[in-house]
């Protein structure tokens, strides 16, 4: 395979995939010891039910965490493509394969310091995770997706995982707080502000993003199951319901339509091409 200047592509070395590989099972392993497997303490179930579904007003409902099955089920997908040629004679790739890894080893590490009730320092791992997942949204903007392949285990995996560990990290320092005695997490006043929060950072990462849709889903999907787990228990609250829910609507509503105007232009920029008379002979 050769590039446009005939320069041999140099193809990244099988130990590479191989490599990513070995880290993305342990990674996997992990995740399961953290749903309780093997052993572990479930995520809910550490430090007293500090991460549970009740333990604060901005704790999403626990089968919100479902989306974890997909994410997981991607990054696998991503790595396997890593085998591929095409993967490993694409310059994307190269720049994105060391952020990738670090997001999946800082998930593990969260699962961990989880694991040993080190709340503070979960939250510590979850903003750096949170950075490297960002980064890894600025790249993906930087370097086009060559194809549906590449667009659907690059832009939409790590957007679902970006748009995800966005609103757990909000939720995780709520948590952290709360146990810590702060009051204010734990009232349904303050947690509509939260939400407003999460959706404002949601809604200017999109417009940043030029409408990425897929960070917008998961953010959106995390809201929606907020919104349902304060139809009852503990926090149970119309106003944050409705706050919650609405905000769910407003992280989509703002990148579908970035997209859709995308479109427009760029169908407009195609037909105006089109249009442009020939070049006349002299």
């Known amino acids: 395979m050769t590039n446009p200047t005939n320069t041999p ?3 990244t070395p099988i130990a590479v995939p191989i490599g990513m590989a070995v880290i993305t099972a342990i990674a996997i ?3 399961f010891w953290g749903a309780g497997f093997f052993g572990g303490t479930e995520t809910s179930d550490v430090a007293g039910g500090a991460l549970s579904a009740d333990a604060t007003p901005l704790a999403p409902a626990s089968s919100a965490f479902r989306i974890w099955s997909g994410i997981y089920v991607g990054l ?5 493509w890593q085998f591929f040629p095409a993967a490993r004679a694409s310059q994307r790739q190269r720049a994105l394969r060391p952020l990738a890894l670090a997001s999946i080893v800082l998930n593990s590490v969260w699962l961990w310091v989880t694991q040993l009730d080190l709340l503070l320092l979960s939250v510590i791992v979850i903003a750096v995770l949170l950075a490297v997942l960002a980064w890894i949204m600025i790249l993906l903007d930087r370097h086009k997706a060559s194809g549906p392949v590449e667009l659907v285990l690059n832009d939409g995996v790590f957007g ?8 757990a990290t909000f939720a995780n320092l709520w948590a952290v707080l709360a146990e810590s005695g702060v009051e204010q997490m734990t009232e349904v006043n303050f947690a509509i502000g939260g939400v407003i929060v999460v959706a404002a950072v949601s809604i200017i990462a999109s417009i940043l993003n ?3 849709i897929a960070p917008a889903l998961a953010v959106a ?3 929606a199951w907020i919104a349902i787990g304060r139809t009852e228990g503990q926090f149970e609250s119309e106003p944050l319901w409705w706050a919650a829910a609405a905000s769910a609507c407003a992280v989509i509503l703002v990148p579908a339509a970035l997209t859709v105007r995308n479109l427009r232009a760029r169908m407009a920029t195609r037909k105006g091409e089109r249009q442009k008379p020939e070049p006349q002979p002299a």
């Open 9 to 11: 592509v140099q193809k």
């Open 29 to 31: 392993a992990t995740a």
């Open 76 to 80: 696998i997908l991503y790595t396997l």
């Open 160 to 167: 679902l995982y970006t748009g995800w560990v966005l609103a």
């Open 210 to 212: 030029h409408g990425r």
């Open 221 to 223: 999907w995390a809201l």
